[in-house]
């Protein structure tokens, strides 16, 4: 398996612009995360989902941010419009809770800029 | 709220020594936990777990140690190698009200170890 694949890498945008970053969760894994890095906050979970549901979005800092998982295979988190606080490394990681004591997988992260 | 909190930004150690890494949290109803590392530019990758009926955990030079009543794990590094320089994250899951997990992971701040030849 290839594992978690974000994109894009890398993201520089102005400051107004949407931004939609994706994610692929590694097959067979049925919950997803979107986590944001931050030198201030570290590691801070944004939303995420099991079996393609939301359950829990309390960690969007903002209505400018939206997440969607529309299949099991393809999750996207937007800003629109996005600010220069935005600016963040952006992670994906899914994981098969099995009795909720299966470790996370990450993808390699979004680093986002926003000018 | 800082759940779960390491409250060393970072850690020098000679290559050969121990490395000790440490975690304390708050949430009394946390029941499994796991450290991470991360090197640049990539994701935190899985390094160790225990559950909080386990009192310790160990996969080669890697153990964790669980103290339940003072709400503490540690991470040993033995012996400690110049490639296990990188930023090690404690991170914790618990269930909900209802009993379920979906695997979510509450992160400490991280504490960059580095490893001198």
Redo the contacts between chains.
Sequence with gaps: DAG?IQSPRHEVTEMGQEVTLRCKPISGHN?L?W?RQTMMR????LI?F?NNVP??DSGMPEDRFSAKMPNASFSTLKIQPSEPRDSAVY?C?S???N???????????TRLTVV | DQQVKQNSPSLSVQEGRISILNCDYTNSMFDYFLWYKKYPAEGPTFLISISSIKDKNEDGRFTVFLNKSAKHLSLHIVPSQPGDSAVYFCAAIRRDAGGTSYGKLTFGQGTILTVHP
């Design positions: 978690v919950s995360f986590y570290g590691l801070e979970l995420y099991n359950i829990d992670f990681a994981s098969l809770p009795g909720g004591n299966t470790e996370a997988f990450f993808g390699q992260g």
